[in-house]
């Protein structure tokens, strides 16, 4: 045999050999190690998702109580915003009271001006008065004197002057009238002073008057606007505080932006991470899918499968949309045998409204098996059973979209991937 037959023989038993290596399913040991470490992976994330959302807790907390202080914030602003409106409204009755009373006094200062107008009036007429009487007592001086110096006229002189008695009688008479003439006239101007001295005072008790009434109204409107400056120096000091509570206000805000920001980053790695749970439990999947066939066989874990048929498959796998279990089925599944995976004692064996019928065995040391939907339970709290004993039939009870069996394993109370402790 040549060389070149030798090595084609080896080179066809080498790729048969890699053929055989390729298709042959992965050994149970090394799957298991496989397993474990991917599970190993997916329990560290699930401790950082834990992690994480610890802290996206605190944050939420530390959110609702900035809201909560937030609100408050609110609920102070708006109160003084109140108190603001209240004292703009009394301000605006007294600056109406201020512009009525400003009214007012106009109109008492306008009488006033028209009162010293008639006063001053009055005055030039007693000053006319007078001067009209010292003319006319000038010129009844000057008739006497005239006649003084051109010596006493007697009656006698008269008569004796005069052609005859009516004419004697005519001048007497003359020379009389033109005395009581011009004492008439003094006598009525002195009467026309009286009058104006009168209507002079009048006036200036009712200019008196009106200038005491001015300034009590100027005394009033003092003091309304004293009130109006003091509720202004009040609304300054609440406009200032509404001011700064409205600076922590958004403060406040600010804060509930930046722990906002902090709550999504976490809950970023928090998506990331059951991302990559996600992965790890497809490659778990698919580990298992290099197994072989469902349903036969014991696990290292020393588990059977719970439905022990040809056909069976995993309907839903554990963690997928937060699912907690493994969901396990085959066709025509509805009533068929559902066995214990290892050897316990019953703890539940009940209804519950998402479960339906279900089951709970109890393995010792803290772990546990989940049997769910079942059409009908077979066994009793506190029963013993043995692995591969019927304990229940499939079916579909409770929150069941169609008949398979809800396979949960849990170790003190916390869930665990149910693939991993199955054939």
Not at 221 to 231: D, G
Not at 361 to 386: F, R
Request: with cysteine; charged share 25%; aromatic share 6%.
């Amino acid at each position: 045999m040549n060389k070149k037959r030798i090595f084609s023989i080896l080179s066809v038993i080498l790729a048969a050999i890699l053929l055989c290596s390729t298709i042959l399913p992965l050994s149970a040991e090394t799957v298991e190690e496989k397993k474990a470490a991917l599970q190993e992976k997916i329990d560290s994330l699930n401790e950082e998702i834990k992690e994480n959302e610890a802290q996206i807790s605190v944050l939420k907390g530390q959110i609702a109580e900035q809201e909560a202080f937030a609100g408050e914030l609110n609920a102070q602003i708006a109160a003084l915003q109140s108190q603001i409106d209240a004292l703009e409204q009394k301000m605006a009755i007294l600056q109406t009271e201020i512009d009525t009373l400003n009214a007012t006094i106009k109109e008492k200062s306008d009488k006033i001006i028209v009162l010293e107008e008639e006063i001053k009036k009055t005055e030039d007429e007693i000053i006319d008065c007078e001067e009209e009487i010292e003319q006319d007592y000038e010129i009844l001086k000057t008739r006497i004197r005239s006649l003084y110096m051109n010596g006493t006229v007697s009656e006698i002189e008269v008569l004796f002057s005069s052609e005859d008695l009516t004419d004697f009688l005519i001048i007497l008479e003359l020379l009389n009238g033109i005395s009581r003439h011009d004492t008439a006239i003094i006598e009525e101007i002195k009467a026309q002073i009286v009058n104006l001295d009168i209507k002079k005072a009048t006036l200036d008790e009712n200019k008196v008057i009106l200038e005491e009434e001015k300034a009590l109204l100027e005394e009033e409107k003092a003091e309304i606007e004293a009130a109006k400056a003091e509720l202004q120096e009040d609304q300054a000091v609440l406009d200032a505080t509404q001011s700064q509570i409205e600076k922590n206000w958004m403060e406040v805000n600010a804060i509930i932006a930046q722990l906002d920001q902090q709550s999504d980053t976490f809950q970023s790695l928090v998506t990331k991470a059951e991302a990559e749970k996600a992965k790890f439990a497809a490659q778990i999947d698919a580990l298992v899918y290099q197994r072989g066939s469902y349903g036969t066989g014991t696990s290292a874990s020393g588990f059977v499968w719970p439905l022990q048929y040809p056909g069976v498959y995993i309907s839903c796998y554990y963690g997928k949309n937060g699912h907690g279990g493994t969901d396990i089925t085959m066709p025509a599944a509805l009533g068929k045998n559902v066995s214990c995976v290892a050897d316990g004692v019953v703890l539940i064996s009940g209804w519950h409204w998402s479960y339906g019928n279900y089951i709970v065995v109890d393995h010792g040391n803290g772990l546990s098996t989940y049997y769910a939907h079942n059409l009908q339970n077979n066994v009793v709290q506190g029963q013993q059973v043995k692995q591969n004993q019927v304990i229940a039939l499939l079916g579909s009870t409770g929150n069941s979209t169609g008949p398979h069996i809800h396979f949960e394993v849990r170790v003190n109370g916390s869930r665990r991937n149910p693939e991993l402790y199955l054939p």
